[in-house]
T-cell receptor, first 117, second 112 residues
Framework: DSGVTQTPKHLITATGQRVTLRCSPRSGDLSVYWYQQSLDQGLQFLIQYYNGEERAKGNILERFSAQQFPDLHSELNLSSLELGDSALYFC????????????????FGSGTRLTVV | GENVEQHPSTLSVQEGDSAVIKCTYSDSASNYFPWYKQELGKRPQLIIDIRSNVGEKKDQRIAVTLNKTAKHFSLHITETQPEDSAVYFCAASSGWGNKLVFGAGTILRVKS
């Protein structure tokens, strides 16, 4: 157990539907990052939150949105789903404290495998 | 923005041999370079990292070297074992607390 919890582990849904993926970061980690990993592709950055605020956006589609709540858990909402959205979605957290001293590696959750049929 | 290129895309070695994976990055402000190992169907796991003020770091059979002038860094695995077979990703980050930009990954196969 990495300490980063993602639910659900698997999700099968139809095109046009909307789903919500949930992530609880490691205890004490303020930064949450979402990545998409499609077949034969690497890890594509979607969005980052730090202490409840959006900090950076990557190649996130307008159909996708996310938020981080006061208890630091985060949710990724995917709407109007298309076949091409089928992928493994990872959440990661980092112990970065906001200070310009060190960067830290992420700890990844086990991912949510989304299949759109 | 940052771009990370990783080579080779696949690497097959005999058990006991060494494996080297190389990455180049584009942003000269990058200051943090982690390596992740991802086994099939599992999450990426951090195996070693290096910061820009260090040229080399070693942890048992794995080591990472960084050449800031050339903007490249490499992962070295010695005495490879079948359990080293996995996909390895390099990554780079600039600034502070920023996203990691990942390379495309290297599939390492260790043949026994």
């Amino acid at each position: 157990d990495s300490g980063v919890t993602q639910t659900p582990k698997h999700l099968i849904t139809a095109t046009g539907q909307r789903v919500t993926l949930r992530c609880s970061p490691r205890s004490g980690d303020l930064s949450v990052y979402w990545y998409q990993q499609s077949l034969d592709q690497g890890l594509q950055f979607l969005i980052q939150y730090y202490n409840g605020e959006e900090r950076a956006k990557g190649n996130i589609l307008e159909r996708f949105s996310a938020q981080q709540f006061p208890d630091l858990h985060s949710e990724l909402n995917l709407s109007s789903l298309e076949l091409g959205d089928s992928a493994l979605y990872f959440c990661a957290s980092s112990p970065w404290t906001g200070k310009r001293i060190f960067n830290y590696g992420y700890t990844f959750g086990s991912g949510t495998r989304l299949t759109v049929v | 923005g940052e771009n990370v290129e990783q080579h080779p895309s696949t690497l097959s070695v005999q058990e006991g041999d060494s494996a080297v994976i190389k990455c180049t990055y584009s942003d000269s402000a990058s200051n943090y370079f982690p390596w992740y190992k991802q086994e099939l169907g599992k999450r990426p796991q951090l195996i070693i990292d290096i910061r820009s003020n260090v040229g080399e770091k070693k942890d048992q059979r794995i080591a990472v070297t960084l050449n800031k002038t050339a903007k490249h860094f490499s992962l070295h695995i010695t005495e490879t074992q079948p359990e080293d077979s996995a996909v390895y990703f390099c990554a780079a980050s600039s600034g502070w607390g920023n996203k990691l930009v990942f390379g495309a990954g290297t599939i390492l196969r260790v043949k026994s």
